[in-house]
């Protein structure tokens, strides 16, 4: 079976400009979820979604990121304006349900927010 | 807030030897507990996962133990071998549905 794929794989960008990530979840998971992996810590969920509606965005910072995942399936996290301090890698899982069956992560995505 | 503590943060054993790794949570509702391995660079990957419903998981040279009562939870890889090196993170479900990962674990294993 697929994995959970996402693009692009790095990104290097400018404190307050904005980027925008990709993200396609294993066919038939209808939990998709955002994490934010910053350089020597575990990963901290931002949203996780079911299906099209957002279970979960409690940490996430509202003023600058933004995620969609429209009918349900692809999703985008953007960032807006970005800043050093988001630096990170940003990585997608998906789960066939909810958070209590194994979640697959994608490749992630590197940014660097120089 | 939730919160899971894991010990020790870098871990350097022998090849051959055997390899724990600690984890502790707040949230008493925790029923759901994932160890992933993330080698450099990579994704992280689901090792092994336990439920509240048992005390013991094994699956070849990697078991899982867990203590309700006092609200911790262990990894343990015998016989390691160098492909273990890697980054171990442990995990545990909140009531609220959400994946709180602990602060990994850097394991070296030397031949």
């Known amino acids: 079976e697929a994995g959970v794929a996402q693009s692009p794989r790095y990104k290097i960008i400018e404190k307050r400009q904005s980027v925008a990530f990709w993200c396609n979840p294993i066919?038939?998971?209808?939990?998709l979820y955002w994490y934010q992996q910053i350089l020597g810590q575990g990963p901290k969920l931002l949203i996780q979604?079911?299906?099209?509606?957002?279970?979960?965005d409690s940490q996430l910072p509202k003023d600058r990121f933004s995620a969609e995942r429209l009918k349900g399936v692809d999703s985008t996290l953007k960032i807006q304006p970005a800043k050093l301090e988001d630096s990170a890698v940003y990585l997608c899982?998906?789960?066939?349900?909810?958070?209590?069956?194994?979640?697959?992560f994608g490749p992630g995505t590197r940014l660097t927010v120089t | 807030g939730e919160n899971v503590e894991q010990h020790p943060s870098t871990l350097s054993v022998q090849e051959g030897d055997s390899a724990v790794i600690k984890c502790t949570y707040s949230?008493?509702?925790?029923?759901?507990f994932p160890w992933y391995k993330q080698e450099l660079g990579k994704r992280p990957q689901l090792i092994i996962d336990?439920?509240?419903?048992?005390g013991e998981k094994k699956d070849q040279r990697i078991a899982v133990t867990l203590n309700k009562t006092a609200k911790h939870f262990s990894l343990h890889i015998t016989e390691t071998q160098p492909e273990d090196s890697a980054v171990y993170f442990c995990?545990?479900?909140?009531?609220?549905?959400?994946?709180?990962f602990g602060q990994g674990t850097e394991l070296s294993v030397k031949p």
């Open positions: 899982a998906s789960s066939l349900q909810g958070s209590g069956y194994e979640q697959y």
């Open positions: 066919s038939g998971h209808a939990t």
């Open positions: 979604f079911q299906n099209n509606g957002v279970v979960d």
């Open positions: 949230d008493s509702a925790s029923n759901y």
């Open positions: 336990i439920r509240s419903n048992v």
């Open positions: 995990a545990a479900i909140n009531q609220g549905g959400k994946l709180i």
